[in-house]
T-cell receptor, first 107, second 119 residues
């Protein structure tokens, strides 16, 4: 079993829809990251969480440490949000990455 | 946010040649640099971790004599793929960790990646 599971694997949405991507993990962690990988491959760090909730623009990330679960929400989605969103956990030391969720937002 | 650059962004080479990829932290000092490899539709896999001035720590299954890592300064690390073969074709991503932008804790920033194709 993977230590980091993301769902869904693929997601297609219409512009303006509210989007949720989930991440579950099976080990204790010191932090959880949400990353965005653009079609060209470059990776941008969106959030680093160790508890609670963070908001940046239209993006919201939450984490429940007891349930070992995190969600990434995108409000008022836009075609430029189309990318692969990756959840990564940091148990101790190095990051462990999920396989990513491929999001396509149609105009 | 802090910027990490990689050069080249893509490279095509013949089997048996060596390829060097550079990773630079542009506006902060990276105490640790990480090299990842990503195959299509797969997650990032850590290859090695390096600290400035010391030998890299390689993950299990990664040949240190094939993937040479040099972390000569706090802003530069290089990965050399020696005697490259078609199975080495992949997307290589570096990441740098350090105190950036006045932050009080180490953050990890990712480079744009280098796509290597070995013919």
């Amino acid at each position: 079993k993977n230590e980091v599971e993301q769902s869904p694997q693929n997601l297609t949405a219409q512009e303006g829809e509210f989007i949720t991507i989930n991440c579950s993990y099976s080990v204790g962690i010191s932090a959880l990251h949400w990353l965005q990988q653009h079609p060209g491959g470059g990776i941008v760090s969106l959030f680093m969480l160790s508890s609670g909730k963070k908001k940046h623009g239209r993006l919201i990330a939450t984490i429940n440490i007891q349930e070992k679960h995190s969600s990434l929400h995108i409000t008022a989605s836009h075609p430029r949000d189309s990318a692969v969103y990756i959840c990564a956990i940091r148990p101790q030391g190095n990051l462990i990455f999920g396989k990513g969720t491929k999001l396509s937002v149609k105009p | 946010g802090a910027v990490v650059s990689q050069h080249p962004s893509w490279v095509i080479c013949k089997s048996g040649t060596s390829v060097k990829i550079e990773c630079r932290s542009l506006d902060f000092q990276a105490t640790t640099m990480f090299w990842y490899r990503q195959f299509p539709k797969q997650s990032l896999m850590l290859m090695a971790t390096s600290n400035e001035g010391s030998k890299a720590t390689y993950e299990q299954g990664v040949e240190k004599d094939k993937f040479l890592i040099n972390h000569a300064s706090l802003t530069l690390s290089t990965l050399t793929v020696t005697s490259a073969h078609p199975e080495d074709s992949s997307f290589y991503i570096c990441s740098a960790a350090g105190l950036a932008g006045g932050s009080s804790y180490n953050e990890q920033f990712f480079g744009p990646g280098t796509r290597l194709t070995v013919l």
